[in-house]
C-alpha cells in the first residue's frame, strides 16, 4: 500500500510553528519582565528536539514532559511527544498524545496525518479509515490509500466506488487499474470485471488495449465464444491492429483453422509493435505447433528469415532452444548470440553456446569465449572443461590440464560432471606422455561409472 510518508519538512513546520508561538510570547512579556517560565519551557522544548534528532527517543520523552509541566495547553508540545512515543513504539502512549494535539488544535493537518499513519503501521486499518477520511482533501494520493485500506478489510465494493469516483474526477490511471484488478482477483467479483471493461471498451473504442483486457478476462473465466467474438470485433474496428492477432490465433489453433491461425502468429512474431514478452510466448506457441505438424515448417522459416534482420529481442532465445533440439547447431549458434546480445547475464545462453562451439569444431572461438566468460563467472566448472577441451584440440596441452585441474576444484555434487573432467585430463595428460597421471584419471572415471 503508498503510504505518504512523514517529512522533515512537518517537523520544521511545526518547530517554526510553535517557534513564532514562543516569541509571541516573549514579545509580549519583554514590556513587562522577563518570564523565567517561557525560557525554561522554550529550553526544555528544543533540547527535546535536538534529542529526537540523535534518535535518542527516551531523552526527549523526558525533556517534553517537562514542557507539559510548565504549560500543558501547547499542541505542538503533544505532537511532539505522539511523534517520539512512535518512534519509540510505544504504540499506545503515541495515539494518546496524538489524540490531545488533534483535540487542542483540530485544524492542523499534519497532527492528523501522523494518527494515521500510526493506525496504518499497527495495522489497524479500521482506525486508519477513520483517521484517513479528514485527509482526503489534500490529495488524490489519500483516497488511493483509502481504497488500499478498504482491500486491507475486505470492503470491495467501498474500494470499488473510491476507484471509481477517482477515474471520474482524475481520468484513467494504470496504478488504479492495477488496483481494481487486485479488488476483483480477490473479491471473485468476475460480473464486475467484465461490466467495468465492457463500459472502458464503449466509452474509448479507439484504445487497443480495452479490446485486449476483455478478451482475456473473458479468456480466463472460460467464455471463449464471448472472447473470440471480442477479438473479431476488434480487428474490424481496428483492422491493421497487430495486437489483434494476439488473441485470434489461440482461437484459430482451438477450432483447427490452421491457415489463419499461422497468418495471425506470423503477423504478431514479426510485429514491431507488440510487447517482446508476448511475441515469445506467440513465437514460442509457434515453434510447439510446428513441432507437432512438421509440414508448416516453411511458415516458421519464413518468419525466422524476418527475425533476422530485427535487433535481438526475448524471441530469438525461443528460436535458439527451437534449433538446437532440432539438431542444426549453426542456426542455434546465431540465435544464441542474439539472446545474449539481449541478456548478457543468461547463464543458460552461455553454457550453450560455449557447448555448441565445441560441437561444431570452432575450438579457438570456443577458448576465447570460455576465457572471457571465467572472468564474469569464476566458479563455473563447465566453462573450465570447454576452455581445456578446446585447448587440447589446439594442442595447448599445458594450458588444456591447466584449466581442467583448476575447473575441477569447483566442481561439488556432479558426478557426471567430475566423470567429464577425469576423462578429459586422462586424455590431456595421455598426449603429454604423462601416462601415470592419465591412467589414474581413467581410473577415477571407470570408478564413477560403476558408482554413479
Known amino acids: 500500500m503508498k503510504i505518504v510518508q512523514y517529512s522533515l519538512v512537518v517537523v520544521c513546520a511545526l518547530t517554526l510553528s510553535f517557534g513564532a508561538h514562543s516569541q509571541i510570547e516573549i514579545d509580549s512579556t519583554e514590556s513587562a519582565s522577563e518570564d523565567s517560565y517561557h525560557v525554561e519551557f522554550q529550553a526544555h522544548f528544543y533540547e527535546a528536539l535536538k534529542h529526537k534528532a540523535l534518535e535518542n527517543f527516551s531523552k526527549a520523552i523526558e525533556e517534553l514532559l517537562l514542557c507539559i509541566e510548565i504549560d500543558s495547553s501547547e499542541s505542538a508540545i503533544f505532537f511532539e511527544l505522539g511523534t517520539n512515543y512512535f518512534k519509540y513504539e510505544q504504540f499506545q502512549k503515541a495515539e494518546m498524545n496524538f489524540k490531545k494535539a488533534i483535540a487542542l488544535n483540530d485544524t492542523n493537518f499534519w497532527y492528523k496525518e501522523s494518527l494515521y499513519h500510526l493506525y496504518v503501521e499497527q495495522a489497524r486499518y479500521e482506525d486508519a479509515i477513520e483517521a484517513l477520511k479528514p485527509l482526503l482533501y489534500r490529495s488524490s494520493d489519500y483516497h488511493q490509500d483509502l481504497a488500499n485500506l478498504y482491500i486491507n478489510v475486505g470492503n470491495y465494493n467501498e ?261 567429464n573432467f577425469y576423462r578429459e585430463l586422462s586424455t590431456t595428460f595421455r598426449l603429454q606422455g604423462n601416462i601415470k597421471e592419465s591412467d589414474s584419471f581413467k581410473n577415477k572415471a571407470l570408478s564413477l561409472e560403476k558408482n554413479p
Open 159 to 419: 474500494a470499488l466506488s473510491v476507484l471509481d469516483r477517482l477515474d471520474t474526477n482524475l481520468g484513467i490511471s494504470p496504478i488504479r487499474d492495477e488496483i481494481r484488478e487486485e479488488v476483483y482477483d480477490l473479491s471473485g467479483e468476475e460480473a464486475k470485471r467484465i461490466a467495468h471493461l465492457n463500459y472502458r471498451l464503449m466509452e474509448s473504442p479507439e484504445t487497443p488495449r480495452n479490446f485486449i483486457n476483455l478478451i482475456y478476462a473473458y479468456i480466463n473465466i472460460n467464455q471463449n465464444q464471448e472472447a473470440f467474438e471480442t477479438a473479431q470485433s476488434f480487428l474490424l474496428q481496428h483492422p491493421k491492429s497487430h495486437l489483434a492477432h494476439v488473441a485470434l490465433y489461440k482461437f484459430y489453433l482451438d477450432s483447427e483453422d490452421y491457415d489463419r491461425a499461422i497468418e495471425s502468429m506470423k503477423t504478431v512474431t514479426i510485429s514491431s509493435v507488440v510487447e517482446p514478452a508476448i511475441k515469445a510466448k506467440v513465437l514460442n506457441d509457434f515453434i510447439q505447433f510446428v513441432a507437432k505438424f512438421p509440414q508448416y515448417q516453411s511458415a516458421l522459416i519464413e518468419v525466422t528469415n524476418a527475425a533476422d534482420q530485427k535487433a535481438p529481442t526475448r524471441s530469438d532465445l525461443e528460436l535458439a532452444n527451437y534449433y538446437y533440439n532440432q539438431k542444426d547447431p549453426q542456426k542455434a549458434i546465431s540465435y544464441y548470440q542474439k539472446a545474449l546480445e539481449f541478456d548478457p547475464n543468461n547463464f543458460n545462453v552461455i553454457k550453450n553456446l560455449a557447448l555448441l562451439y565445441l560441437e561444431t569444431n570452432q575450438f579457438e572461438k570456443a577458448s576465447n569465449f570460455a576465457n572471457k566468460q571465467i572472468d564474469f563467472y569464476p566458479s563455473q566448472p563447465l566453462l573450465y572443461l570447454v576452455n581445456g577441451t578446446a585447448n587440447r584440440q589446439l594442442n595447448n596441452l599445458e594450458l588444456a590440464s591447466d584449466y581442467l585441474i583448476m575447473g575441477l576444484d569447483y566442481v561439488i555434487d556432479n558426478k557426471t560432471l567430475q566423470r
